[in-house]
């Protein structure tokens, strides 16, 4: 596929709103052919929504989209939108649905072209399935059965059974099989939505190749700081309803916020000192026009009279200037840099100092089934351990073990303190609850004592506590299941996956949190930049079973 000259998409003056909240709001960007654009935010801020906009999948609700690409448009959302039932075949067809027209029409005009006698119609017919006939060719269409099937295997899916119900996959997979079917398309125009997430290395390597080779026009939704590093010559960032063009790729996106907030800080700061000032003039003024009565009782006639009444009127004269600046200052405040949805929380052991020496997990021959063997594992007090290996090897299920929700069919599981767990699958909250309720379920406490401690994580601002559920983006609700670990005190905490849809601002933000954090840490996650940085124990499974543990050293 050969990326068209043509090919562009751009914004102007863009509205979407959903209900009374207005997600995006007078947007207006452009990117040229061949650009390769990443989009950053926070979670809700709109960028699954911009994504979609650009896709075709929704309208704006006033504002214009434009998207040329004659060479096709492939869209990867984060979820498979299918009826229950649906095969692996379906879902290939659905991210194929371009191809799949063009190859329905063809065998359309070829059955109309036979019947056809010869003369100006036929010719204007065989003009016309040429054409079409070409554009199919350009893109490979018929290659790209084959091709699904090669970047499965990429994908860590070789031999994927095409008749296979979706609901036997995992989500992971499902995400995977979603990916391989979109690049096979060959699309001119490539829209992903967190294309890394559930992607082990090899596969996250394969698919950064493929890309950077793309000749067209790739625009990804991502939370992955690498693959933003590696890939994007653009940065879109989507904060408080608009988009913000960054070039020079990630590192120039970080540059040019360091120095935005440097600019809105000093400019706040300014303004605080000008009140600050203007306040400080008119209570010295206050002061002195106090003292003045009292100096013209002494010298009520004459020149001295004179001079204090003198005082008086510019006494009252800068004290009356001084207080109009305060109320113009006051009238038009400037506003401090927002400070970014943080991760604040202190997290604290449960059992403190009384821990000990003893082991804050020990398993003893554990056997769940053909998925998990572990003849020997221990956590010390304190400790820190990734755990790896590619999917299917039997993470998740190490960290149901260990949680206490999944009994291994043989074996010993030793957890003697409090255990916090975070899934990688979502709690099935109503969707009418709020987020205040989902936050506060099954915790004591009334609703006022919720809402405070929820707001001091940092992770949700006031607003949006009245959000329902089922209008939050999955990042939005994934940070629901981290403010529920943090507000209680663990020996132990279980994270699976837990940078998965959350910022690269939150994800520093909770690095820095469990650094600081005084118990044990079992971590299993594809983020590359946290396990560059970690520095505890290494466990690596495969097929279930244990293929190495390393544990840090000392050099002396």
């Known amino acids: ?103 329905a029409l063809l065998r359309q005009m070829e059955g109309a072209l036979a019947d056809l006698p010869p003369g100006p119609a036929l010719d204007t017919a065989l003009a016309s399935y040429a054409a079409l006939r070409a554009r199919y060719e350009a893109r490979e269409g018929y290659g790209a059965d084959v091709r699904v099937d090669v970047a499965l295997s990429d994908l860590g899916l070789p031999g994927l059974d095409r008749s296979r119900p979706l609901d036997t996959l995992s989500g992971g997979e499902r995400s995977r099989l979603a990916l391989a079917a979109t690049l096979a398309s060959q699309p001119e125009l490539l829209l992903l939505d967190e294309p890394t997430n559930d992607l082990d290395d090899r596969a996250v390597a394969r698919l950064e190749e493929r890309l950077r080779r793309h000749p067209g026009t790739v625009v990804a939704v991502t939370h992955d700081r690498v693959f933003l590093e590696r890939l994007t010559s653009t940065v879109l960032e989507v904060e408080e309803g608009r988009v913000t063009r960054h070039g020079h790729g990630y590192a120039g996106y970080l540059t040019a916020k360091a120095a935005e907030r440097r600019r809105r800080q000093l400019r706040h700061d300014e303004w605080r000192e000008e009140l600050a000032r203007s306040r400080r003039l008119a209570e010295t003024g206050a002061a002195r026009l106090e003292a003045i009565p009292r100096r013209m009782e002494k010298a009520i006639f004459g020149a001295a009279a004179f001079r204090a009444r003198g005082r ?129 379920d099954g915790r004591p406490g009334d609703r006022d004592e919720h809402a405070d401690r929820l707001l001091s994580l940092g992770l949700f601002e006031p607003s949006s506590l009245r959000l329902r559920v089922g209008e939050l983006s999955y990042g939005q609700r994934r940070r629901i299941e981290l403010a529920r670990l943090v507000v209680e005190p663990f020996d132990l905490l279980l994270l699976d996956e837990p940078t998965n849809h959350l910022s690269p601002a939150l994800v520093e933000e909770l690095e820095t949190a469990l650094a600081d954090y005084a118990g044990a840490v079992v971590l299993v996650t594809h983020d590359r930049r946290m396990r560059e940085r970690f520095t505890g124990t290494r466990l690596e499974l495969d097929g279930g079973e244990v293929c190495s543990l390393r544990r840090p050293t000392t050099c002396r």
Do not use: C
């Open 312 to 440: 008086s009127h510019g006494a009252m004269g800068r004290i009356r200037n001084a207080k109009e600046r305060m109320e113009r200052l006051t009238a038009s405040p400037v506003a401090p840099p927002p400070d970014p949805l943080s991760f604040r929380a202190a997290l604290v052991t449960a059992a403190g100092a009384e821990a000990g020496s003893r082991p804050a997990a020990e398993l003893s021959e554990v056997a769940v089934g053909s998925r998990l063997r572990v003849p020997e594992l221990r956590l010390d007090t304190g400790g820190r351990m990734l755990v790896t290996g590619p999917n299917g090897a039997g993470k998740s299920t190490l960290l149901r073990v260990l949680a206490g929700e999944l009994t291994p069919d043989s074996g010993t599981v030793l957890t003697p303190g409090r255990v916090g767990h975070l899934r990688q699958e979502e709690t099935p909250w109503p969707r009418s609850a709020t987020v205040l309720e989902a936050f506060a």
């Open 1 to 103: 596929m050969r990326a068209s000259l043509t090919s562009q998409l751009s914004l102007h003056g863009v509205t979407k709103r959903y209900d009374d909240r207005t997600v995006l709001e007078q947007v207006s960007l452009s990117l040229a052919p061949g650009e390769k654009a990443g989009v950053v935010g926070d979670n809700g801020a709109g960028k699954s929504t911009l994504l979609r906009l650009l896709a075709g999948a929704e309208r704006p609700d006033s504002g214009e989209v434009t998207v040329v690409a004659p060479g096709g448009v492939g869209y990867l959302p984060q979820h498979l939108a299918l009826p229950p039932g649906a095969t692996v075949q379906d879902a290939v067809d659905l991210a194929l649905g371009e191809l799949r027209s063009m190859e």
